[in-house]
């Protein structure tokens, strides 16, 4: 019983730590004018509750900040990018930390990213019943190898510090 509630504290804290990057990212202007490119910050902590808890507890972190995030900023129209976008991406972070065993986390995060890109131009075509959107693709891709490549490196580090406490 002590420990469920231990993990549900840190789950809690998690998707908090989270969901604060999130908001104070909604903030930070980007100077380039192609709609979706995010620095995804908030991807550091789900990759962080992935590779020290499961992909389960990463699933839940994840979900509960696209929702509250979404609500919170007052975007609850991009939650159907975010989903498609996160949970691709949460797939193929888990699968690539399976196969490379936790390491090589900046790898996983860039593969992650161009996966979130990859979500949320298939929920664009959806969305707005048009292919005209895959023009946003490679400026996407470049970004989220650039963020994820970032975002990875930051993981990494916060993992070491974890570790060392």
Not at 11 to 24: A, E, G, H, Y
Not at 51 to 80: E, N, P
Request: glycine share 8%; hydrophobic share 55%.
């Amino acid at each position: 019983m002590q420990r469920s509630v231990k993990h549900l504290v840190l789950l809690s804290m998690f998707m908090s730590i989270s969901l604060v990057i999130f908001i104070l990212e909604a903030q930070i202007i980007i100077p380039i004018p192609i709609p979706g490119i995010k620095l995804g910050l908030a991807n550091i902590v789900t990759l962080f509750v992935l590779q020290k808890y499961s992909i389960k507890d990463a699933f839940v972190v994840l979900i509960m900040r696209i929702l509250l995030g979404s609500l919170f900023t007052g975007t609850l129209v991009s939650c159907i990018y975010s989903f498609s976008g996160g949970i691709l991406c949460l797939l193929g972070m888990a699968f690539l930390s399976r196969i490379l065993n936790g390491k090589y986390l900046w790898f996983t995060s860039v593969c992650g990213a161009i996966l979130h890109n990859i979500g949320q131009i298939i929920a664009a075509m959806t969305v707005m019943q048009t292919v005209q959107v895959i023009w946003y693709m490679p400026f996407l891709l470049l970004s989220g190898c650039v963020t994820g490549l970032l975002t990875g490196f930051a993981a990494m580090f916060v993992l070491n510090r974890w570790n060392k406490r």
